[in-house]
């Protein structure tokens, strides 16, 4: 059996690709099994990107002021607005997977992601029962770790325990068919199997609703059968499962309802082989070219449909222009004038859609966002080693480093370290200007300012070197007392210490923790100068 679909290709360039799927590798269809309350609700959603540095406007459109100002400026572009959903509105319920099909740009990943609470839709609202997981790891593994570490790090941005995703690394290597890939870094992976391996990690906790954007398109007939049925087993669980995918035999397998999205618009929405049927006769009549190379966005200004140059290249309709600035768009026949057998669910929500789900139901806001954001974070490949425990929020920057630098160390690297750890010599206790800073940790004495003769040797011998007084040893040079000698305990150096700014004190009467040394003359030059 060959499933065609249209995708895009770097050059503009459409091409189809055949997922070659036989009938015998296929699964068995997804079995309709009763449906529960909602647990989402799209109502009447639009997502507009802004997109700064489209093509500038021509130099006829430009007013004679902005010839002449803008001489001198640099032309920045224009800001293009490309809207990407417009006006999607439908209710699934718990127990359901959904289909989501459409050609390239038709607004498949940004609804998903507006679901999932990572794009606040522009306008219309969307109500979730359940916490979404949109294949909720990706944007936690780094490449440049093995596929082991990124399992760790993919379970705790899950929410699990370091233990709990390490426990679950067996099976999540059986189930992504790794081997010993598992411990090579995931830049050494196929395609295939870094979706595989995204994929196993996304469902190691059963989410309530699990959106995945074309994660299965590149696993082989033994992937797929194996994906299908942990979906199955979500919805089991009385989960919901929207799946985006190309691959319109997997779509039929794996999912109990479709919606096919054509330019931000529900084209059809219901019944698997009905949407899928009707999907894939539109395929064939646009024979394969089922979106416009060079297109910028279903409702967006598309690229080349300028006045200048070139313009007209790459458009469908061979160069007439079709309307196409932000907000201006050709309007799709409605569901109800093309006779498509889903057009029943194509309806705005209503109040009514909301009352069974009174109370669990919430909207999602900008709240989601941040929550979605967060469980999403970054982890570094500290915040999987044991000793780390506690999972912190490290930028990818800071993880680079870690990489460059985990190579094996060498004798040389010991090397430099010994040499930075040098005997302490006389020179080094001379230029201590602390006193009470110095401790003598060879048990002896307290008096840092001894001798050196009498003090016990640190080490190899050093050569004498004369007693270099912290203070002035006598008022015959400068004038100042002989301080009284200092004990080098913490208390005495704190008291010496508060002295460093003061006048010193003049009474003759010993400091509590000193011993006198006699004192000959008691006048501070400052003293004197005061008097003078
Ligand atoms: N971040 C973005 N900034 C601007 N435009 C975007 C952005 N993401 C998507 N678009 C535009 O929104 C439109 C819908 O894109 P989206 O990726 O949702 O489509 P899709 O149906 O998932 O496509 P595909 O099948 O190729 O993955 C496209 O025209 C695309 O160019």
Known sequence: MTDNVARGTSNGKFEEIDFEIDAEDLPDRAVRTELGAPSVIVDDVHVTYRVFGGRPVSGTNRSLFNRIVGRARQSVGAITEVRAVRGVSFVARHGEAIGIVGTNGSGKS??????????????????????????????????????????????????????????????????????DFVYLPMNAYSSGMAARLRFAISTIVTPDILMVDEALATGDAAFRKKSKERIEKIREEAGTVFLVSHSIASVRAMCTRVIWLDQGQVRMDGDVDTVCDEYQKFIKGKGGKATAGGKIGPGGRRKGAGKGRGAGKGRPNGGKRPAKVAGQHKQLPRPAETGHPATGSLRRVTQEDLRPATGSLRQVSRDDVRPATGSLRKVSPDASRPATGSPRRISPDTARPATGALRRVTEDDARPSTGTLRRLTWEDVR?????GGYQDRSGGGDDPLAAPETRPVMGPAEPAVPRVPRWPSSTSDTGFPELPRVRADAESHRSRRSWVGQRRPQSTEPAPDTETIPVVKVTDPRDRADEG
Request: charged share 25%.
């Open 110 to 179: 940004t609804l998903l992601r507006a679901v999932a609470g990572l794009h606040p839709p522009t306008k219309g609202r969307v109500y979730l029962s359940g916490e979404p997981s949109l294949l909720g790891v990706n944007a936690a593994l780094l490449k440049d770790l093995s596929g082991e570490r990124n399992i760790t790090i993919g379970g705790l941005a899950l929410g699990m325990s370091e233990a709990e995703a390490r426990a679950k690394i067996p099976e999540i290597v059986d189930f992504a068919d790794l081997g």
């Open 431 to 435: 230029s201590d200007r602390s006193g």
